[in-house]
């Protein structure tokens, strides 16, 4: 009886020292699985027959007591803990840092691409006949116009052009034969501000609307025909002599700067050279007085780029 007990102590004791081994081996398996993130495949005939989160709590629980009892008999000792836990920190730091740089690098090519669609300055140079209009086109005539500008695009869509126009206009001969000269014009030089609005920024047509307002410089002249003469010389004969040449004396000028505001619309096509072609047309009033204006309407034809 006596030999009978012993014998099944020792078997008893083989088997709890054998399952004590195989749960040992197995928690250091759980334990390799969380330490490798979860991709490995040491428990996926878990997986198959019992729900994911109840495998991946048990993990974690037995992680924690691997962790514990490896620490505690010396196979994974804390300095080789702190290292890996280190190493996983500098791993997340570098690919923060990687995120970070690709985010950055994102944003500036981004913002090179949106520069280089849409230029930040813009310039134009055009020119038309004028028309006046309103009590001004009973007094001058059909005439001409010159403009350049250079502006600002805040968007695509919106921007604002510093404009200098010059228009000249004769004066027309019933006003001539009334005040009694026999030729006379109005010329205006203006150096305004407008804000300008692209409708179809990104076609090959567009449309915009432009207007704002500045300084504008009048001036009119009654002129009469008058003949200059003057000595040439002919190298030929070796002798000087007076020519009579045909000009135009200023009997009378006057000139004024005031206050104006223009408004107008305007078609733009193509995208040659990264500019348009356009055409426009822009009312502009001058305030004289406080009941009289000079009204007239350029209609221009240039480029812009």
């Known amino acids: 009886m006596t030999h009978f007990l012993g014998d099944l102590t020792f078997i008893g004791r083989a088997v709890y020292?054998?399952?004590?081994?195989?749960?040992?081996?197995?928690?250091?398996?759980?334990?390799?699985?969380?330490?490798?993130g979860g991709n490995k495949s040491y428990l996926k005939?878990?997986?198959?027959?019992?729900?994911?989160?109840?495998?991946?709590?048990?993990?974690?629980?037995?992680?924690?007591?691997?962790?514990?009892?490896?620490?505690?008999?010396?196979?994974?000792?804390?300095e080789e803990t702190r290292e890996r836990m280190s190493?996983?920190?500098?791993?997340?730091?570098?690919?923060?840092?990687?995120i970070a740089l690709t985010s950055c690098l994102g944003l500036l090519i981004g913002g090179v691409l949106s520069a280089q669609e849409t230029s930040r300055f813009s310039f134009d140079l055009g020119g038309g006949f004028t028309q006046p209009v309103g009590n001004t086109g009973?007094?001058?005539?059909?005439?001409?116009?010159?403009?350049?500008?250079?502006?600002?695009?805040?968007?695509?869509?919106?921007?604002?052009?510093?404009q200098l126009d010059y228009n000249?206009?004769?004066?027309?001969?019933?006003?001539?034969?009334?005040?009694?000269?026999?030729?006379g014009n109005l010329n205006v030089f203006s150096a305004t501000i407008d804000p300008i609005v692209h409708l179809n920024p990104h076609g090959h047509f567009d449309v915009y609307l432009i207007g704002?307002?500045?300084?504008?410089?009048?001036?009119?002249?009654?002129?009469?025909?008058?003949v200059s003469t003057f000595t040439a010389f002919d190298p030929f004969?070796?002798?000087?002599?007076?020519?009579?040449?045909?000009?135009?004396?200023?009997?009378?000028?006057?000139?004024?700067?005031?206050?104006?505001?223009?408004?107008?619309?305007?078609?733009?096509f193509g995208n040659k050279w990264h500019g348009k072609?356009?055409?426009?047309?822009?009312?502009?009033?001058?305030?004289?007085t406080s009941d009289r204006h000079t009204d007239y309407l350029p209609v221009s034809f240039g480029f812009r780029w």
């Open 17 to 36: 020292e054998s399952i004590v081994v195989v749960v040992i081996v197995f928690l250091s398996y759980c334990w390799r699985y969380k330490q490798q």
């Open 212 to 226: 704002g307002g500045g300084l504008y410089h009048r001036e009119q002249q009654f002129t009469a025909p008058s």
């Open 87 to 98: 190493r996983s920190k500098r791993l997340e730091e570098l690919t923060m840092k990687r």
């Open 168 to 183: 000249s206009m004769g004066i027309n001969s019933t006003t001539l034969n009334n005040i009694g000269f026999p030729g």
């Open 277 to 288: 072609f356009f055409a426009e047309a822009r009312y502009h009033r001058i305030f004289v």
């Open 138 to 162: 009973r007094h001058l005539d059909t005439g001409w116009n010159i403009q350049g500008g250079v502006g600002y695009n805040f968007s695509s869509r919106f921007g604002a052009m510093l």
């Open 45 to 78: 005939a878990a997986h198959r027959y019992l729900p994911i989160p109840i495998v991946d709590q048990f993990v974690n629980v037995a992680s924690a007591f691997t962790y514990v009892g490896l620490t505690s008999y010396g196979f994974v000792t804390r």
């Open 237 to 268: 004969f070796g002798a000087f002599y007076p020519v009579a040449v045909p000009t135009t004396a200023i009997l009378s000028s006057y000139s004024v700067n005031k206050p104006g505001v223009n408004g107008g619309a305007g078609i733009a």
